[in-house]
């Protein structure tokens, strides 16, 4: 079945640095995408969503990017921090909204001091 | 508010035996979810409902069911617990399924199935 998947499990960046964190779906009829934040013993925390009749949306410190011809997500870290260590996923569904998330096996960020 | 709350936090069931995750929000919102989380694994969804009195099922639904009552609470009941059952489960809401963007998750419940 369709899914959604990651290019890489774990990346390290150091403190300051941007971080790129890259997700890859299969579903031409997604048109709604949504990044995650999880920290260790926590539940998910919503990051920044985008629409399929957008390819760029940005928050505070955090940019998202949509290439629909490749059927890629990207979530942009601007000057990351510690705090920004943490499991990151990546979300789609072709409900518009909440509805029927399909959810990415998650990347790992790690910041190094 | 409290947000979306989960009970217990931690369970250990053996095989067989049957029990109710807890999950409530004090939002008012009408939708609400249920998924799994394996190691190593993104969430899966196990059922979700737009609304009390209505619900559906997720991607992995097979040995749990689900039922809204009210608006607040959406219990999880596992029939027949089995190891494969063994995860951690998270309820979300978010104000509305289409359109309501951002869900918010609880802190999870830790399940283990032995």
């Known amino acids: 079945g369709e899914s959604v998947g990651l290019h890489l499990p774990t990346l390290s960046v150091q403190e300051g640095d941007n971080s790129i964190i890259n997700c890859a779906y299969s579903?031409?009829?997604?048109?709604?995408f949504i990044w995650y934040k999880q920290e260790s013993g926590k539940g998910p925390q919503f990051i920044i969503d985008?629409?399929?009749?957008?390819d760029k949306r940005q928050g505070q410190r955090v940019t998202v990017l949509l290439n629909k011809t490749v059927k890629h997500l990207s979530l942009q870290i601007a000057a990351t921090q510690p705090g920004d260590s943490a499991v990151y996923f990546c979300a789609e569904t072709t409900q518009g909204g909440s509805e029927k998330l399909v959810f990415g096996k998650g990347t790992k960020l790690t910041v190094n001091p | 508010n409290a947000g979306v709350t989960q009970t217990p936090k931690f369970q250990v069931l053996k095989t067989g035996q049957s029990m109710t995750l807890q999950c409530a929000q004090d939002?008012?919102?009408?939708?609400m979810s249920w998924y799994r989380q394996d190691p190593g694994m993104g969430l899966r969804l196990i059922h979700y409902?737009?609304?009390?009195?209505?619900?559906d099922q997720g991607e992995v639904p097979n040995g749990y069911n689900v039922s809204r009552s009210t608006t607040e609470d959406f219990p999880l009941r596992l029939l027949s617990a089995a190891p494969s059952q063994t995860s951690v489960y998270f309820c979300?809401?978010?104000?509305?399924?289409?359109?309501?963007?951002?869900?918010?998750f609880g802190p999870g419940t830790r399940l283990t199935v032995t």
């Open positions: 579903n031409s009829a997604s048109d709604y």
């Open positions: 979300a809401s978010s104000y509305t399924a289409s359109g309501g963007r951002e869900q918010y």
């Open positions: 939002m008012n919102h009408e939708y």
């Open positions: 985008i629409r399929s009749n957008m």
């Open positions: 409902s737009v609304g009390a009195g209505i619900t």
